[in-house]
């Protein structure tokens, strides 16, 4: 079975950077398209991020673009979140999974996330 560890967050001033780290297991990793999550409290979870499995198409959410980067690893079966220009809207648990068609649906169970909070 798919498994993920989300790692990297943290507590951080706004305007700030974090990057968070991904590691799957039970997967044929380099074929799967892969997102990053985010789930605030009270809110549904959303897809901010996903990237092909050579990396050759990203798509991000409008909330993030240009300050956050997805990017992976496929030797290392590992997918990045790189955010910068932190805000507190920003704060959230924040997941990877697969994406459906690059979609708010996934594939596989969830991990237990990473918390990133951002301090105004």
């Known amino acids: 079975q798919v498994q993920f560890v989300e790692s990297g967050g943290g507590l951080v001033q706004t305007g700030g950077s974090l990057r968070l780290s991904c590691v799957v297991s039970g997967s044929t990793f380099r074929l799967n398209v892969m997102g990053w999550y985010r789930q605030a409290p009270g809110n549904q979870r959303e897809l901010v991020a996903a990237i092909s499995g050579g990396g050759e198409m990203i798509n991000y959410a409008d909330s993030v673009k240009g300050r956050f980067t997805i990017s992976r690893d496929n030797a290392k079966n590992t997918v990045y979140l790189q955010m910068n220009s932190l805000k507190p809207e920003d704060t959230a648990v924040y997941y990877c999974?697969?994406?459906?068609?690059?979609?708010?649906?996934?594939?596989?169970?969830w991990g237990q996330g990473t918390l990133v909070t951002v301090s105004s």
């Open positions: 999974n697969r994406p459906v068609n690059w979609g708010r649906n996934v594939f596989n169970a």
